[in-house]
């Protein structure tokens, strides 16, 4: 069963930027699509980014523009890449495979804690 541990979150101001990674224990190339999620305190979690194997990217409304997400199929790692943070962005992030794909979910990671705060 693949394993995911995102990496990268922390605390920073409106209007920054932070990259966070997910690396996977296997091959991201055989899951396909993958995403990033995040679940704000007492919310629901919510897609905010996915790849397809082939590098095809689509996102939220609420982060396009603002959130870049890439994979590297032979490191098995996805990235997103995340600027003019707004706090209404703080929240867990998770990756995992897009969900939107029946069958290829995998297990949940801890999550990385994204803050941002003045």
């Known amino acids: 069963q693949v394993q995911f541990v995102e990496s990268g979150g922390g605390l920073v101001q409106p209007g920054g930027s932070l990259r966070l990674s997910c690396a996977a224990s296997?091959?991201?190339?055989?899951?396909?699509?993958m995403a990033w999620y995040r679940q704000a305190p007492g919310k629901q979690r919510e897609l905010v980014a996915a790849?397809?194997?082939?590098?095809?990217?689509n996102y939220a409304d609420s982060v396009k523009g603002r959130f870049t997400i890439s994979r590297d199929n032979a490191k098995n790692t996805v990235y997103l890449q995340m600027t003019s943070l707004k706090p209404e962005d703080t929240a867990v992030y998770y990756c995992?495979?897009?969900?939107?794909?029946?069958?290829?979910?995998?297990?949940w990671g801890q999550g990385t804690q994204v803050t941002v705060s003045s």
């Open positions: 995992n495979a897009d969900s939107r794909v029946p069958g290829i979910l995998r297990s």
């Open positions: 296997g091959s991201i190339f055989s899951i396909g699509a």
């Open positions: 790849i397809t194997r082939g590098g095809t990217t």
